[in-house]
């Protein structure tokens, strides 16, 4: 049944209050939004990081031998990993063996601040050979656990080597934008598929992941010709491209205040899982992820008629342009223009050109920095 709009008055889905206290700058900086409503938008914070480390003499600190083979260099780090001399530095849980205790596979240690968990285990590359894996949250682990890490790896490794052999396999980039709830944010990205919805009890929503597109089905036949039974995925989607969540209703479900009291928090995730071999050493002159996805406050993206598109733009997250369209009996005209403002024309909550600039603030604020060659921020700075 098409639904009767009668005028243009309703009232934007949500008026925060100015967010208590004011995010700390340099990490956010301050915009104006096309109503007028003033947001805080952080500079982007690595949010998840995974590196191989390739082991051999290239990595070795400048005391051990050259002539160490692999093997031993491999039994000296299970050492220093699985009984740490290094301050504030604690083995979580106890690490896993293979073949009957025998050899290693992985340890988890706690450091930092927050005792913030980092996982390292054994990895055998396919062509990088023996190599050590290394998984953190950068932003929970910080500046001190920063420290503590590169006091744990300096007695063995070369850290400037390192960094230039380590090989980055994920990391999630995050922007918090302070003063704008979920509910009001618009996502694209250039090579998306399925959507994920998540409402919480009360029906609001609280999370939007945009998956990767799936590769169109191609029949497969065995050696006489005969078509093979093709099998459903064992996911419904494939991974996530972009997670846009609501941050204040994560942090009040484990029993931890909102930062900046009553105003909404919307948390922005990018995550990059595909690299074409991106070492460690180069993190800080990435090539922008932004590039790839647009996310917009809603109220933006067109001008006029703002009760309307606020319905078209809700109803489209659950049916097709046409079938938004014609549930508003929309004009033609009008809902073509609809269409057009949902592509997120007016990216102002993820604008590559300045949003972008801020990375390496993002990586100072976290102390990741510490892991990477000097000089390495500044390239990117200018």
Same mark, same amino acid.
């Given at each position: 049944?098409?639904?009767?709009?009668?005028?243009?008055?309703?009232? #934007?889905?949500?008026?925060?209050?100015?967010?208590?206290?004011?995010?700390?700058k340099p990490l956010f900086h301050e915009k104006t939004l096309s109503d007028g409503r003033q947001i805080w938008v952080s500079a982007p914070q690595p949010d998840r990081l995974?590196?191989?480390?390739?082991?051999?003499?290239?990595?070795?600190?400048?005391?051990?031998?050259?002539?160490?083979?692999? #093997?031993? @260099?491999?039994?000296?780090?299970?050492?220093?990993?699985?009984?740490?001399?290094?301050?504030?530095?604690?083995?979580?849980?106890?690490?896993?063996?293979?073949?009957?205790?025998?050899?290693? +596979?992985?340890?988890?240690?706690?450091?930092?601040?927050?005792?913030?968990?980092? /996982?390292?285990?054994?990895?055998?590359?396919?062509?990088?050979?023996?190599?050590?894996?290394?998984?953190?949250?950068?932003?929970?682990?910080?500046?001190?656990?920063?420290?503590?890490?590169?006091?744990?790896?300096?007695?063995?490794?070369?850290?400037?080597?390192?960094?230039?052999?380590?090989?980055?396999? =994920?990391?999630?980039i995050a922007i918090d934008v302070v003063g704008v709830h979920v509910s009001e944010v618009i996502a694209r990205h250039k090579k998306e598929g399925k959507r994920s919805l998540?409402?919480?009890?009360?029906? =609001?929503?609280?999370?939007?992941?945009? /998956?990767?597109? +799936?590769?169109?089905?191609?029949?497969?036949?065995?050696?006489?010709?005969?078509?093979?039974?093709? @099998? /459903?995925?064992?996911?419904?989607?494939?991974?996530?491209?972009?997670?846009?969540?609501? +941050?204040? =209703?994560?942090?009040?479900?484990?029993?931890?205040?909102?930062?900046?009291?009553?105003?909404?928090?919307? =948390?922005?995730?990018?995550?990059?899982?595909?690299?074409?071999?991106?070492?460690?050493?180069?993190?800080?002159?990435?090539?922008?992820?932004?590039?790839?996805v647009r996310v917009g406050y809603g109220p933006s993206q067109t001008s006029g008629s703002h009760s309307r598109w606020h319905r078209y733009w809700h109803l489209a997250r659950?049916?097709?342009?046409?079938?938004?369209?014609?549930?508003?009996?929309? #004009?033609?005209?009008?809902?073509? +223009?609809?269409?057009?403002?949902?592509?997120?024309?007016?990216?102002?909550?993820?604008?590559?050109?300045?949003?972008?600039?801020?990375?390496?603030?993002?990586?100072?604020?976290?102390?990741?920095?510490?892991?990477? #060659?000097?000089?390495?921020?500044?390239?990117?700075?200018?």
């Amino acid at each position: 049944m098409p639904v009767n709009i009668a005028g243009d008055d309703v009232s #934007p889905l949500t008026s925060p209050p100015a967010p208590i206290p004011i995010p700390d700058k340099p990490l956010f900086h301050e915009k104006t939004l096309s109503d007028g409503r003033q947001i805080w938008v952080s500079a982007p914070q690595p949010d998840r990081l995974s590196f191989v480390i390739p082991l051999s003499k290239y990595v070795y600190a400048k005391h051990i031998p050259k002539e160490t083979s692999v #093997p031993d @260099f491999v039994g000296l780090v299970v050492e220093q990993l699985t009984n740490p001399k290094t301050t504030n530095v604690d083995l979580v849980g106890k690490s896993k063996y293979a073949n009957q205790g025998q050899d290693w +596979r992985a340890t988890t240690l706690s450091m930092g601040k927050r005792e913030s968990r980092v /996982h390292f285990s054994y990895y055998k590359h396919k062509t990088l050979g023996i190599s050590l894996r290394v998984e953190m949250n950068p932003r929970k682990l910080g500046p001190l656990g920063f420290k503590h890490l590169v006091q744990l790896l300096a007695p063995l490794f070369d850290m400037k080597g390192m960094a230039e052999a380590a090989r980055v396999t =994920r990391l999630d980039i995050a922007i918090d934008v302070v003063g704008v709830h979920v509910s009001e944010v618009i996502a694209r990205h250039k090579k998306e598929g399925k959507r994920s919805l998540y409402m919480g009890n009360d029906g =609001r929503l609280e999370t939007i992941n945009i /998956h990767r597109k +799936r590769p169109a089905f191609k029949q497969k036949f065995d050696e006489l010709g005969e078509p093979i039974k093709a @099998f /459903h995925p064992s996911q419904p989607a494939e991974k996530v491209l972009v997670r846009i969540y609501d +941050r204040m =209703r994560e942090r009040t479900a484990i029993g931890q205040a909102p930062p900046f009291g009553d105003a909404p928090i919307t =948390r922005i995730e990018i995550v990059k899982d595909r690299f074409k071999k991106t070492h460690l050493a180069s993190l800080a002159g990435l090539p922008d992820p932004l590039a790839e996805v647009r996310v917009g406050y809603g109220p933006s993206q067109t001008s006029g008629s703002h009760s309307r598109w606020h319905r078209y733009w809700h109803l489209a997250r659950s049916l097709t342009p046409e079938e938004a369209g014609a549930l508003l009996v929309l #004009p033609k005209g009008l809902g073509q +223009r609809f269409w057009k403002s949902s592509q997120v024309p007016t990216a102002d909550l993820s604008a590559p050109e300045t949003s972008w600039e801020g990375w390496h603030t993002g990586l100072k604020s976290t102390g990741l920095s510490l892991l990477l #060659p000097s000089g390495s921020l500044q390239s990117i700075a200018k």
